[in-house]
């Protein structure tokens, strides 16, 4: 899927189903599995060499959400992909549903690695790609990472290591909006400059607007050149993206919408059902 308007209805049934399995389980993080559906398009339903029929195929591209709170964002594009019905959805945290609070491995296919503990996706994601070197494996290996979620000592262990292997079968998103659950992460912990972290640790790194189609897809071909480095891609993305009354507010990122909210951030996201 190359054309930028199709990316976007994607982004938007990705976001309507975010919206409404946070509703019908009453619970969950909105803020943050909003901010990061455009990349979650582009990487889902264009980029990335994946198929449903063979969930567990050796040869294809691997993604971890180490962000694993977000799994909202990941469970929308697994079922939209075909991995499983999208009626599914609705079960979202509910008992003996497979789609739990965060990602398992073992319940749902097209997930390649079980998250939630911060700092740990990107650690196995790293074993991944370091895994696909030592097996003269052609995959690649994607991650996504939450700008609070660098607070995480382990984070940097495994960006040390990743560097130090050179890895350059391994991108890695971070997830910038600004903002986790107590506030402000400047406040909070500040990560900034996270690009010169990163610089500083070894990576590869392209600074970019994580809700622009062209940015992310000119991102991820400079990441597939990079040699002998690994690829850190600083997003710069608006928590809540795409409802208005939860962009930029820490307060969305682990609450859930009322019905009535549901249905005004139905109507502003738009797209089709």
Same mark, same amino acid.
């Given at each position: ?19 409404? =399995? ?9 803020? @943050? !599995? /909003? ?5 979650? *398009? &582009? ?8 198929s ?22 990941l ?29 398992? =491995? ?9 998250? @939630? !503990? /911060? ?5 196995? *994601? &790293? ?56 506030g402000?992460?400047?406040?909070? =912990?500040?990560?900034?400059p ?8 070894g ?22 050149n990079?040699k ?46």
């Open positions: 899927m190359n054309n930028k308007i199709q990316l976007e209805e994607i982004s938007k049934l990705i976001r309507k189903d975010i919206v409404s =399995m946070l509703t019908e389980s009453a619970s969950g993080h909105p803020g @943050g !599995s /909003l901010s990061i559906a455009d990349i979650m *398009a &582009v990487l889902f339903f264009r980029e990335m060499n994946i449903s029929e063979n969930p567990k195929d050796p040869n294809r591209d691997r993604f971890v959400l180490s962000k694993g709170h977000a799994a909202p964002a469970y929308s594009a697994l079922a939209r992909k075909g991995y499983f019905p999208v009626e599914e959805l609705k079960t979202l945290r509910k008992t003996g549903t497979r789609l739990q609070g965060h990602p398992n =491995m073992n319940d749902l296919p097209g997930i390649d690695m079980s998250t @939630g !503990s /911060l700092g740990q996706g990107i650690s196995a *994601a &790293v074993g991944m790609a370091l895994a696909g070197k030592l097996d003269k494996k052609d995959y690649r290996v994607y991650t996504i990472l939450g700008d609070g979620e660098l607070e995480e000592g382990q984070v940097w262990e495994a960006s040390m290591s990743a560097a130090h292997y050179k890895l350059d079968n391994l991108t890695a998103f971070i997830d910038f909006n600004g903002l986790q659950i107590d402000n992460t400047e406040n909070v =912990m500040n990560p900034s996270i690009d010169k972290k990163f610089e500083a640790f990576w590869n790194v392209i600074v970019i607007d994580g809700h622009n189609y062209d940015e992310i897809i000119d991102a991820i071909e400079k990441s597939k990079a002998n480095k690994p690829t850190a891609i600083v997003c710069k993305t608006i928590k809540g993206k795409g409802v208005s009354f939860m962009e930029n507010e820490a307060s969305w990122h682990g609450t859930a919408p009322s019905k009535e909210q549901c249905e005004i951030a139905l109507k502003e996201i738009g797209g089709e059902n």
